[in-house]
């Protein structure tokens, strides 16, 4: 829900880069809340159907095409923020123009992972939550996460003035020769 949030915040911020989380995160929820709000519709009597050949068509009602409206501008920002992650222009939003393969391509575009550090669209999202604290790092010292402390051999917390316990003794494992055989490298 947060990332949906974000989104929201970011009601027509066109600049920057976008995750594929934080995407991928407004693409549900607009999914679900459009759905509820269809359903409120057919409830209420607003969506419109109309009869083809084969079934049902549904339009949509009052209440979700307004939703769809008020969102217009957020899922193209959040677009265009994705787009920047791949390191490709906003522009490339337009090949959704072009008739089944566009939309594939599209698709693959969102779907890969963003450009590792900082590209012209400006920094690493995912670099910038590991700075803000949104997730540790390995082996990267965190404000907030406790860090690793030198346990000694024993896997203990030295103490001072006390000799250092535990831990197994380190025995040499004595193997038996290597056979080489034909064609086999030499180390």
């Known amino acids: 829900m947060q990332w949906y949030l974000k989104v929201l915040k970011q009601y027509v911020d066109f600049g920057g880069r976008a995750r594929r989380t934080e995407f991928w995160m407004f693409v549900l929820f607009n999914a679900i809340a459009y759905i509820l709000l269809a359903l409120i519709d057919?409830?209420?009597?607003?969506?419109?159907?109309?009869?083809?050949?084969?079934?049902?068509?549904?339009?949509?009602?009052?209440?979700?095409g307004?939703?769809?409206?008020a969102v217009l501008l957020p899922s193209l920002a959040v677009a265009v923020r994705r787009l920047h992650d791949t390191d490709r222009t906003g522009w490339w939003l337009l090949i959704a123009l072009v008739p089944l393969v566009g939309g594939i391509?599209?698709?693959?575009f969102y779907c890969i992972e963003g450009t590792r550090g900082a590209?012209?669209?400006?920094?690493?999202p995912k670099q910038d939550a590991a700075v803000a604290g949104g997730y540790p790092q390995?082996?990267?010292?965190?404000?907030?996460y406790p860090q690793q402390q030198d346990m000694g051999q024993g896997g203990y917390q030295q103490q001072p003035g006390y000799p250092q316990q535990g831990g197994y003794p380190q025995q040499q494992q004595q193997y038996p020769p290597q056979q080489q055989y034909p064609g086999a490298p030499q180390a």
């Open 42 to 64: 057919v409830l209420i009597g607003t969506a419109s159907f109309a009869a083809t050949g084969t079934g049902f068509q549904f339009g949509g009602g009052l209440l979700s």
């Open 66 to 69: 307004l939703y769809s409206l």
């Open 105 to 108: 391509v599209l698709l693959v």
């Open 119 to 124: 590209n012209q669209y400006g920094p690493d």
């Open 138 to 144: 390995q082996g990267y010292p965190q404000q907030g």
